[in-house]
């Protein structure tokens, strides 16, 4: 049986995890003195709080390989595949978790670690493309194949809200985080190959939300695209996009989900995004 695996940076709808069969390694946060798994012992809204008391963010470190290892064999049966897809290896040691357990448990599993070289919905996406090969025949070794040459065509572009919360987590400089603030300054991240970069500073938010559209516009035109809109505790401003999506792009797949807490601690509340690969 084949059984796909991936972290606590990926995103997607909560009825996935059941329909597709994704089972999700959660990260650790850390709060001072407190470690909490996430969505095991705190959830999004949990953390925002703590932040808003706190006016501190926490770190967030990737599950160890001997965390790896357990969810592993609490999750499969002996002589089961185990697809390991997880958030880019540029920002995080978390695939290296992954192949230290599959090494680990080669004689019991048939461990395949996978860079999605991506994050958030982007990984989600990858996950239930995985599935759907698997249920149309595909062998895992196939699958894999198949994800490398998919992901390629996929992208995240993001708007922030507010430099605050990449100011609190050490991301970027205070003078930098204030004068952004002082003039209005909404800033675009776009997450591709692995890395992400500040591209735009737009001055409104209205205006953010503006070239984030126009951006993957450009970039897409017409073509079919299996999409995603990403949201930081900002639900109506997720459903406003979304709405905007449907109009403007040619969608096979369009949905609404949050961002993940290891994502939001550097992005901060009031971050939208889209989140798409090419259909074809």
């Keep these: 049986m084949l ?8 995103d997607m709808p909560e009825e996935w995890q059941k329909e597709y069969g994704i089972d999700i390694v959660p990260v650790n946060i850390h709060f001072g003195d407190k470690t909490y798994l996430q969505y095991t012992d705190l959830d999004n809204e949990g953390f925002y709080r ?24 609490k999750i499969a049966q002996p002589g089961d595949s185990i697809l390991s897809i997880h958030v880019t290896s540029k920002l995080s040691g978390t695939l290296d978790s992954a192949i230290a357990a599959g090494r680990e448990l080669q004689e019991t599993y048939h461990v ?6 991506t994050g958030s919905a982007a990984i989600g996406i990858l996950c239930r493309q995985a599935r759907l090969l698997e249920r149309a025949g595909k062998t895992a070794e196939e699958i894999l194949h198949s994800l490398e040459d998919f992901r390629s065509r996929g992208k995240v572009v993001l708007a922030l809200d507010t430099l605050e919360y990449a100011r609190l987590s050490g991301r970027v400089g205070t003078l930098q985080a204030a004068l ?12 591709q190959d692995g890395v992400i970069n500040i591209t735009e500073k737009v001055r409104t938010r209205n205006a953010s939300l503006e070239r984030l ?3 993957v516009k450009d ?10 809109i990403v949201h930081a505790r900002d639900p109506q401003a997720g459903k406003d996009l979304m709405e905007r999506a449907r109009q403007t792009f040619n969608t096979t797949d ?8 290891s994502v939001a601690a550097n992005l901060g509340p009031g971050t939208v995004g889209i989140v798409y690969y090419l259909a074809e």
């Design 50 to 73: 703590l932040v808003d008391e706190s006016r501190k963010i926490p770190k967030t470190s990737q599950p160890t390989p001997h965390q790896f290892s357990e969810f592993y064999k």
């Design 254 to 261: 369009l949905f609404l989900t949050d961002l993940s807490i």
């Design 213 to 215: 559209l126009e951006m």
């Design 180 to 191: 952004a603030s002082l003039l209005n300054v909404k800033p675009i991240a776009i997450l």
């Design 112 to 117: 395949l670690p996978m860079d999605s070289q």
């Design 3 to 10: 059984r796909i695996v991936t972290d606590g940076a990926a």
């Design 219 to 228: 970039e897409i035109g017409n073509r079919p695209v299996i999409m995603s």
